[in-house]
């Protein structure tokens, strides 16, 4: 009974499914301002908690939370470097002729 409710609801393979159209070419986006984004909050997080809260992250034993921030800052430099050697490479990409 159940598979009566779905009947046709899906088009079979009989011949009237369309042809599957072709994938569209991926966006290219310049990535380096939201990394750039990414490494200045994590350098303001650090300089919030180690001037407002340095005291309490002490007492809790939790100054790991501004190794933390540097961590963050870290990985954000390196997924600079990594967004802008793909950028050039889009761009030599775009320079270059059309071989045939």
Known sequence: ????????????????????????????????????AGIV?????????????RDDLRRHHSEWWLWSCWIGVALGLYGFRFVSRRQ???????EQPLQQ
């Open 88 to 94: 050039r490479a889009i761009a030599s990409r775009r």
């Open 41 to 53: 909050l994590w350098i303001v997080a650090f300089v919030v908690l180690a001037v407002f809260f």
């Open 1 to 36: 009974m159940p598979n009566d409710l779905y009947r046709g609801a899906m088009p079979t393979s009989g011949g009237t499914k369309p042809g599957r159209r072709p994938d569209p070419e991926p966006l290219e986006t310049d990535d380096r301002w939201f990394v750039v």
